[in-house]
């Protein structure tokens, strides 16, 4: 048992927060809309405070999970933020998705008030974080990825350390980038079988067990078939990642063109009133362009 604290209980913090509590922890909760930190404290126990900085204070482990750059950084700098409620010799795990620019900065700054920092950001979407198979790629050194590992555990099926701070919110990337190019080529895939007037779902059952398979695949083209697109990662959401991915790839000089052409399909499932859909809805897009030209 540990006082661990938690800042941000979004679609993926809440449950994440959930299971450290479910642990047998001592939870202190944070979160901008405080209704919502209410409801998690009704639900799970522990505690709610006002501030980030609050909520770290005496915590052994502070984990965060917000939107973006800016996001992490108003919740950890300044007066209120957690670095000022930290203890020397404490930890802070970051499970936002955010550029390994912002890692490294946040790093230092901890640092200098002798805390220990991870940037750990995590795949699973929604699902993965309900059910605790959350797989977390984390950068820093390795002693403080040790202490962390078992707490970041109960919520997690698989956390790897990937190499010095930056390198979890680097791997986080090419795990987007892969996803964009999968989701598309599914997308085509089965927008060509119903325009051939196959039997989409035949042909998946025919090609899943060969070399198209992918998770996409098994769990998404049933959905997809159904246009039914409302499984927790937003295409907004994608958006952010795939641009920070583009913007380190401008940096390291990475070609990433399928990347940047599936980044702008989804800018036009967000025209199509799909901001809030999940990234399967590319194949909406091909569906209403394919009926534009009919």
Not at 103 to 127: H, L, M, T, Y
Not at 136 to 153: L, R, Y
Not at 206 to 226: F, V
């Amino acid at each position: 048992m540990a006082k661990v604290a938690f800042i941000g209980l979004g679609v993926m913090g809440f449950p994440m927060a959930g299971y450290l509590a479910k642990a047998g922890n001592d939870v202190s909760v944070y979160n901008r809309t405080a209704a919502k930190a209410e409801k998690w404290v009704a639900e799970y126990g522990g505690s709610a405070s006002d501030t980030p900085k609050a909520a770290a204070e005496g915590a052994e482990f502070v984990m965060a999970c917000v939107g973006n750059d800016n996001d992490l950084r108003s919740v950890v700098l300044g007066e209120n933020g957690v670095l000022a409620g930290m203890s020397s010799g404490s930890v802070f795990v970051d499970h936002t998705t955010a550029s390994a620019n912002v890692a490294r900065e946040i790093s230092k700054f901890a640092s200098d008030a002798g805390c220990g920092f991870i940037d750990a950001p995590v795949s699973g979407g929604q699902a993965g974080a309900e059910n605790g198979a959350l797989t977390v790629m984390c950068g820093g050194d390795a002693a403080t990825f040790e202490s962390a590992k078992p707490q970041i555990g109960h919520y997690s099926k698989s956390v790897k350390l990937m190499g010095d701070v930056g390198a979890g919110q680097l791997t986080k990337m090419v795990n987007q980038i892969c996803i964009a190019g999968l989701v598309q080529g599914l997308s085509e895939g089965l927008h060509f079988a119903e325009q051939a007037g196959l039997d989409a779902r035949a042909v998946i059952d025919a090609i899943s067990k060969g070399a198209a398979q992918s998770w996409q695949m098994e769990n998404r083209y049933d959905t997809m078939l159904d246009r039914e697109f409302e499984h927790g990662f937003a295409v907004d959401w994608m958006r952010k990642d795939l641009g920070i991915a583009l913007d380190e790839a401008r940096n390291n000089k990475a070609n990433l063109p399928v990347t940047a052409l599936v980044d702008q399909f989804y800018s036009e499932v967000q025209d199509m009133g799909g901001a809030r859909w999940d990234t399967s809805s590319l194949i909406a897009r091909l569906a209403a362009n394919a009926a534009s030209k009919a």
